[in-house]
């Protein structure tokens, strides 16, 4: 078979199972939309910014398990990837994303629209190709799809010349079945040895802690792990990008841990003998103050990614592995071992646990006669039924909906963990909702966060992806005041904005329902009537309490001991904090 | 702790940058750095010495290792090595200093490949405090210019880094 350059990256798209192509045209990429246009099998969303695209890509990855595919043109199509990309590198999310260059004759020419995308993107992909010949088109696809969906996954960028897409120029087509590289050999099994040793461990921990992350859920090792902690009957957190890897509204879980985790989870942590952290990296938005963490802890570490072990805290016991493979061969060697878990420390260690949790961390006020966001989250699980999909900007309202959205099912929290990228959450929820048609899909955002992206109302309304966008509209960047307010006396310096959109008219122009709501007492209603609304994208806009903050809180430079909770000054949990 | 490192990277437009960049986004160190192919021409056999405490060079080789390009590399402060730096120097010289130059490049095993009525280019090769030593050895007034081509090393015995 024959190609152009240009239906050779359609064709590759199609051998790959590709369903969606994220993406925007330009003059670079001409040939390749030109390519697209003659088939049906890779349906193409167009975006309204190359941002919106890469998200919405990020979020059909991180919701399917599949990587997420873009297509953009050169110079301020890339650039404006570079975000989204970043975004997807931060999470580990696989991606490939196809950016348009010029000819190869005019590269360095500084033609128009010529950035150096290879060069830009290079910090914050896995990896990245420029394809200078129309045959190696065929084997550099396979690659990419190759390295961003094995090992740690990540985003991949391939960079193709115009010229090298010609109509004109027909080549033989051959999609490499497998794909083999000498320099990249990812690891599967954890060593036999290490195992043992985290075993023995495990089984004479008498505080022990389960600290499972985003690897959990991108390993697909949910259920390995639920198993895992059912059977030790230990205690168990996750961090941001690990919810729903262990199901929230299980007894053994204790809440999110780090900054704004649960005290129990983090105090768990500081007093903890042995912990089992499973695909986490020890963020400093988990760990805090790196000295004083987890001192009395000896510490095992699972990950596929070598760089993660010891990057930040030193551990006592890696695993370097494929975590479904890991903790499968942990759980044979638990199985044939005599030896159990000490029940009468687990039954001391479970009663400490148990009275930090009479702390009753996230408790908020329910009496309050403005809306809080707090409740609006609790009774958006309630309507959802905990069945949604939730996607989240970035702010207070990702925490929130981290605190009060109990996912008991991995893949269903979709949110920039890392890289903390306002504008994430409308792109992303289109990008699930194109996934999972007849699933709930919720973009839980803020005032602040949604204009980053608002443009994509209007590709919901073409692709017809009826999301329910939860605005927690405070009038503030919620969580920029917060740090204003502990750190800066209160100097709220650009943190609100004094025009904002009305969001209602807003959705309605872009073709939606839009509601707006103001009383605690219709926050129900309104999410029940928007939820029933399955074909319409609803924007509902609660206007709720602009003083509120997020507790607990771990500020910053200080240890998980040190927490700042919601509590009157006199009462025995702020005594004990004292 | 000074540490040198060997890579085998494949030899592809843009794997040095690679290589540089991950240096300079991780804030690591870098001395200096050496590449070429081998004769291998798919692989090119990269050398660069950095330093750094030991858990800082243990994120070095992991991070490189990372690197998709690279396909193998060796840490020699782990290893039995042999190192080896080329330097060229151009110094002034007259009918007074001529001699002195010529016995000092001497002590040092130089070689003299470019002589002028004024100057004198010296090759010298060894280890890279030996070419420091001979450069302090030298009047710095009559010192034009100095190259150096960073260390390149390679372990002792038979075994050696290849695919």
């Known amino acids: 078979m024959e190609l152009s350059g240009g239906q050779i ?28 246009f003659h088939q049906t099998a890779v349906k193409h969303i167009l975006v309204r910014h190359e941002q919106g695209a890469t998200h919405a890509a990020d979020a059909y990855a991180r919701a399917t398990g599949k990587p997420g595919v873009v297509l953009v043109t050169s110079g301020p199509g890339a650039t404006n990837a570079v975000t989204g990309i970043a975004t997807a590198y931060m999470d580990s999310i696989p991606m490939v994303v196809i950016s348009g260059q010029v000819p190869c004759a005019v590269i360095g020419s500084d033609a128009f629209q010529e950035v150096d995308m290879v060069g830009i993107t290079r910090p914050c992909v896995k990896h990245n190709f420029l394809v200078k010949d129309v045959n190696d088109i065929a084997e550099t696809m396979k690659k990419a799809f190759y390295v961003a ?54 089984l004479n921990a008498q505080r022990p802690m389960i600290y499972s992350g985003g690897g959990v859920v991108l390993g697909n090792a949910s259920a390995e792990l639920t198993e895992l902690t059912r059977m030790l009957n230990f205690p168990i957190t996750n961090t941001l990008m690990g919810l729903g890897a262990y199901p929230a509204t299980d007894k053994q879980f204790v809440g999110m841990l780090g900054m704004h985790g649960t005290y129990e989870a983090n105090l768990g942590m500081h007093e903890s003998d042995v912990i089992l952290a499973i695909g986490v990296r020890f963020d400093d938005r988990v760990t805090g103050k790196l000295a004083e963490f987890c001192p009395h802890a000896t510490i095992i570490h699972i990950d596929i990614d070598p760089a993660s072990i010891s990057k930040t805290v030193k551990v006592d016991v890696p695993i370097v592995g494929d975590v479904k493979i890991v903790l499968n061969q942990m759980l044979d060697v638990l199985k044939e071992h005599k030896k159990k878990p000490s029940k009468k420390a687990l039954e001391a260690w479970w009663s400490r646990i148990d009275q930090w949790r009479e702390a009753n961390c996230l408790e908020f006020d329910r009496d309050s006669e403005l809306i809080k966001p707090q409740a609006v989250i609790e009774q958006l699980y309630e309507v959802t039924k905990g069945n949604a999909y939730i996607t989240s900007d970035v702010g207070q309202h990702q925490m929130f909906a981290a605190q009060f959205y109990h996912f008991d099912k991995p893949r269903r929290w979709i949110n920039s963990g890392g890289l903390g990228t306002m504008g994430f959450g409308l792109p992303a929820a289109i990008g699930v909702k194109l996934a999972f048609p007849d699933a709930d899909v ?22 017809k992806t009826p999301v329910k966008i939860i605005n927690l509209n405070n009038r503030y960047m919620g969580m920029v005041r917060q740090w204003q ?14 025009t904002i959109p009305d969001f209602v008219t807003l959705a309605e122009a872009y073709g939606h329902v839009g509601i707006r709501v103001e009383k605690p007492e219709d926050v129900r209603p309104a999410l029940e009537k928007a939820f029933a609304m399955k074909d319409r994208t609803v924007f509902i806009d609660f206007i709720t309490d602009r003083t509120e903050n997020v507790y607990p809180m771990i500020e910053s430079g200080k240890g998980h001991q040190e927490m700042t909770l919601r509590v009157a000054p006199g009462t025995p949990i702020d005594r004990e904090l004292a | 702790m000074r540490h040198i490192i060997s890579i085998l990277i494949e030899n592809e437009a ?23 192919p081998t004769e291998d021409l798919t692989l090119s056999r990269m050398t660069l010495v950095t330093r750094g405490s030991e858990d ?43 001699g002195e130059i010529n016995r000092l490049s001497d002590i040092f095993r130089g070689k003299i490949i470019d002589v002028t009525s004024n100057s004198y280019v010296i090759e010298m090769t060894g280890a890279s405090d030996k070419l420091d030593a001979f450069v302090a050895a030298l009047d710095a007034d009559n010192i034009i210019e100095t190259v150096r081509s960073g260390p390149t090393a390679m372990s002792r015995g038979e075994n050696g880094l290849h695919l």
């Open chain 1, 9 to 36: 990256v359609v064709q590759c798209l199609k051998d790959e199972g590709v369903e969606y192509l994220f993406g925007y045209p330009g003059g670079a990429v001409l040939h390749l939309y030109d390519a697209i």
């Open chain 1, 149 to 202: 969906t094995t090992g740690r996954p990540g985003p991949v960028v391939v960079d193709i010349p115009k010229d090298i897409t010609d109509p004109n120029i027909k080549v033989p087509y051959k999609y490499p079945k497998k794909i083999k590289m000498r320099s990249y050999c990812p690891a599967t099994k954890g060593h036999p040895g290490q195992i043992k040793k985290a075993v023995d461990l495990i």
């Open chain 1, 442 to 463: 919720a973009c839980i955002t803020g005032e602040a966060s949604i204009q980053m992206c608002i443009q994509e109302l209007s590709t919901a309304l073409q692709y």
């Open chain 1, 485 to 498: 307010e502990f750190s800066y006396e209160s100097r709220y310096s650009h943190s609100y904005m004094d």
């Open chain 2, 14 to 36: 843009g794997a040095l940058s690679r290589v540089a960049g991950l240096f300079s986004a991780r804030g690591y160190n870098i001395e200096s750095l050496t590449v070429a």
């Open chain 2, 56 to 98: 800082i060079i243990e994120q070095i080789t992991k991070q490189l290792n990372k690197l998709i390009d690279i396909v193998k590399l060796i840490d020699f402060a782990e290893a039995a090595h042999v190192e080896r730096e080329l330097m060229l120097v151009k110094v002034k010289t007259n009918d007074e200093t001529r």
